[in-house]
């Protein structure tokens, strides 16, 4: 993992926008590219003058639609049983497609929206959304949506981390363990956010009135 997040980070130097559109393209995959070693290094180039803040932004959310879009067609098209009998080629566990079907089978497109703020299910729920043909208009309004919003905090977190310590940029490993630690509270009021579309889900499902 050392490795990887050191490679991550170096394609977002060396790759700028392109760089940004194909790793978060990567990271709507069940493929392990965190959206936390791209958006906030390409936030900290933004601040020291190199990419523009709100490119750095619309980047990534360009990128995950466009993995996130990939990834909804292709499960439309060869379906769940060749995805749970080769997933494992791409490092998809039948375990996790279980549990981003049951999420969107609960909670249908605001799942798919909240799921693009959560880090994990975030990688998978497209595969469902395809599995189920969700209506693609919809799925593609609420992953931008989320993915705008994901790509805007992380990168308000790239730019603290800037503010407080400008030599992050060459501890990648440091940098993300910054940005998690600073994200634990932006997790808590999407937790909460999301609780609260759950209850309003069940609070307003029609109940079954018995038979006179």
Same mark, same amino acid.
């Not at 995959?29 to 070693?37: G, Q, R, T, Y």
């Not at 999420?103 to 469902?128: D, K, N, Q, T």
């Given at each position: ?36 070693? %791209? @958006?906030?290094?390409? $936030? ?7 990419? &523009? =803040? /709100?490119? !750095?932004? #619309?980047? +990534? ?62 990688? %998978? @729920?497209?595969?469902? $959304? ?7 208009? &919809? =799925? /593609?309004? !609420?992953? #931008?949506? +989320? ?66």
């Amino acid at each position: 993992m050392h490795h990887l997040v050191e490679l991550w980070f170096g394609w977002v130097l060396t790759g700028g926008y392109i760089g940004i559109v194909l790793l978060m393209a990567m990271g709507s995959s069940p493929l392990p590219v965190p959206a936390e070693v %791209v @958006i906030p290094p390409a $936030a900290f180039l933004a601040a020291q003058g190199h990419l &523009s =803040f /709100s490119g !750095v932004i #619309i980047a +990534g959310t360009i990128g995950c639609y466009l993995g996130a879009a990939a990834m909804y067609w292709l499960s439309l098209l060869v379906g769940r049983p060749i995805i749970v009998r080769y997933g494992r080629f791409l490092l998809l566990k039948p375990h996790k497609l279980e549990q981003a079907e049951i999420w969107l089978a609960r909670y249908e497109a605001g799942g798919v929206f909240f799921a693009r703020l959560l880090p994990i299910v975030r990688h %998978v @729920i497209s595969i469902p $959304a395809g599995i189920v043909r969700m209506n693609f208009t &919809s =799925f /593609s309004v !609420v992953t #931008i949506l +989320g993915s705008a919003i994901s790509c805007s905090l992380l990168a308000y977190l790239g730019h603290q981390a800037y503010l407080v310590e400008p030599e992050l940029l060459t501890k990648p490993e440091a940098m993300l363990h910054f940005i998690r630690g600073q994200s634990r509270w932006i997790l808590l009021v999407v937790a909460v956010f999301a609780i609260l579309y759950i209850l309003t889900l069940r609070l307003m499902k029609p109940r079954l009135t018995p038979p006179n």
